[in-house]
């Protein structure tokens, strides 16, 4: 019944989007009772979150499959980057859930989400903070309070790493999840988007310069 939830909520989700989902639907895909999905997820917001925490497991099961820690960190980076690409590339109504524009009247629990949203992103931190920092000119240092949470995430990812390469590294995280969406959703027009691989390999090629990865 989960499985069946799940490939018929998915199937919703890329034709209709996450705010029209309905459970209903997918009891009548399923030819069951309302009554039997109920026992799965009681209402909408639950399949959201189901749907969220299988698109967190499976982007992290293919992007990381390729990834091996013992290898250079500058391989595992790429290693991560072209793993999520594939994946969004293969999946966008998936990824745009991930990682897209909140859904309206929906809140994410964290207890349920948190984990498996950060799979990748602590693998990635992980690889960055092997690296050094380097501030360019003109660039703040981070806050008391930023460096506070950075440390504080940091260890909740068994991470020890300096506070300025953790803000460095958030930057590189952001700006290659913006990137992803950016090819996906053609955000900045068709033509750029189809150079999507060599703009990934420039921004791979960039953050291992940018932390003197190896």
């Known amino acids: 019944m989960r499985e069946g939830i799940l490939r018929l909520g998915n199937e919703q989700l890329a034709e209709v989007g996450a705010p029209a989902l309905s ?14 999905i109920y026992r799965h997820v009681a209402n909408r917001d639950d399949l959201l979150t189901l749907l969220i925490v299988d698109a967190y497991r499976d982007l992290a099961e293919s992007a990381l499959y390729e990834v091996d820690q013992r290898a250079p960190t500058a391989r595992q980076l790429a290693a991560i980057a072209t793993g999520m690409r594939r994946w969004a590339i293969a999946n966008p109504a998936r990824w745009a859930l991930a990682y897209g524009s909140p859904v309206p009247g929906y809140s994410a629990p964290a207890e349920q989400t948190n984990g498996p949203g950060t799979l990748v992103m602590a ?10 920092s380097v501030r360019p000119d003109g660039v703040p240092r981070a806050s008391p309070s930023l460096r506070d949470e950075l440390l504080a ?9 300096d506070p300025e390469v953790g803000v460095a590294a958030l930057g590189a995280w952001t700006g290659l999840i913006g990137l ?3 090819e996906v959703f053609q955000q900045l027009g068709p033509e750029l988007a189809s150079h999507g691989e060599e703009l ?6 960039e953050t291992v310069a940018r932390f003197g990865l190896r």
Do not use: C, Q
């Open 123 to 132: 693998v990635f931190l992980r690889a960055i903070s092997a690296g050094k």
């Open 200 to 205: 990934l390999a420039r921004w791979i090629a």
């Open 153 to 161: 995430g940091a260890e909740e990812f068994g991470i020890d790493a």
């Open 180 to 182: 992803i969406s950016a």
């Open 23 to 36: 459970v209903r639907e997918i009891a009548r895909g399923l030819g069951v009772a309302s009554s039997a």
